[in-house]
Nanobody
């Protein structure tokens, strides 16, 4: 079955960096787009970044220039490098894929940015 497992979250100070990872299994990773979403307390889940199977990327406006999504098809893993973190980046971060018309989500990893 399809599984997505995020890791790499934690507590970081204003201006710091974190690298999130999402290890996947159960599908042909290299053939599918992957996305990172986040959800802050009391807010709706929002798209952070996306990467297509060939590697084209797209970012939400507030993340452009600070976040980088990448993928390693040999490791079936997608990454999110986050730099210049701000308190408003505090959220649970989820990876996502759409496989055979169904959305799959990981359990999420908490990112907390202190000021």
């Amino acid at each position: 079955q399809v599984q997505l497992v995020e890791s790499g979250g934690g507590l970081v100070q204003l201006g710091g960096s974190l690298r999130l990872s999402c290890a996947t299994s159960g599908f042909t990773f290299s053939s599918y787009a992957m996305k990172w979403y986040r959800q802050a307390p009391g807010k709706e889940r929002e798209l952070v970044a996306a990467i297509t199977s060939p590697g084209a990327t797209n970012y939400a406006d507030s993340m452009k220039g600070r976040f980088t999504i990448s993928r390693d098809n040999a490791k079936n893993t997608v990454y999110l490098q986050m730099n210049s973190l701000k308190p408003e980046d505090t959220a649970v971060y989820y990876c996502n894929t759409r496989y055979i018309f169904r959305e799959y989500w990981g359990q999420g990893t908490q990112v907390t940015v202190s000021s």
